[in-house]
């Protein structure tokens, strides 16, 4: 019986508050629960954390440095040749949408491929897929750093001198800053869906 009445009185909060589930995340009511489409973000405490990377000048930043407002991030490589700017143009174009609605966000890149992606070289590609692209890179165990907190994956193919190709993983991540990953972008979501779901986090920080 006594489990009854919790049950009854849990809906009826849900019901106070106009039917909208707050799935608890660590003890505590989690603000974002509408908004969340996948079942790995309910688990999202143990994914990104602190890094240090490099910028485009050739500055060492820290994640604080780089999420100053909402940002997609996404870890890939500029000699990609067809996954990479695919996946970083509907970043881009999803960022314009926010832009268009008065949401301000940033894009954020960061290459897997350190070899070859000097900061310049980052810098350039960032700035030609959007103008407040944070393109980022760093030495390897840098980058390693910053995709281990982030779980993604990637591995060098076999390959002579620079022409080889890099598998990794092709999710985007919302970050919002003072509070981390939310929530992660598949590659056939358009940018219209990922704007929507972005606008409903930025509603509810």
């Known amino acids: 019986m006594?489990?009854?009445?919790?049950?009854?009185a849990v809906l009826f909060v849900v019901a106070l508050a106009g039917g909208t589930w707050w799935i608890t995340r660590g003890g505590e009511a989690d603000q974002f629960a509408q908004c969340r489409g996948s079942t790995i973000a309910s688990g999202g405490d143990t994914i990104g954390?602190?890094?240090?990377?490099v910028n485009a000048a050739g500055e060492t930043v820290t994640d604080k440095d780089v999420f100053t407002e909402p940002s997609i991030l996404y870890f890939g490589y500029t000699f990609c040749p067809d996954v990479c700017p695919m996946d970083v143009s509907r970043n881009a174009e999803a960022i314009d949408v926010l832009a268009e609605r008065g949401i301000?966000?940033?894009?954020?890149?960061v290459s897997i491929d350190p070899e070859r992606?000097?900061?310049?070289?980052?810098?350039?590609?960032?700035?030609?897929m959007h103008e407040?692209?944070?393109?980022?890179?760093?030495?390897?165990?840098?980058?390693?750093?910053?995709?281990?907190?982030?779980k993604t994956y990637f591995k060098r193919q076999p390959g002579?001198?620079?022409?080889?190709?890099v598998d990794h993983s092709t999710f985007a991540y919302l970050v919002l800053p003072e509070i981390g990953f939310v929530d992660f972008f598949r590659r056939d979501e358009t940018p219209e869906q990922v704007a929507d779901k972005v606008a409903c986090f930025v509603e509810n920080m």
């Open 160 to 165: 002579e001198d620079d022409y080889y190709l």
């Open 2 to 8: 006594t489990r009854l009445y919790s049950i009854l």
């Open 49 to 53: 954390g602190p890094f240090e990377l």
């Open 104 to 109: 301000s966000t940033t894009p954020v890149f």
């Open 132 to 150: 407040k692209m944070i393109g980022l890179t760093g030495s390897p165990e840098q980058v390693k750093a910053a995709s281990r907190a982030y």
């Open 117 to 128: 992606d000097t900061p310049e070289v980052v810098g350039d590609f960032s700035f030609n």
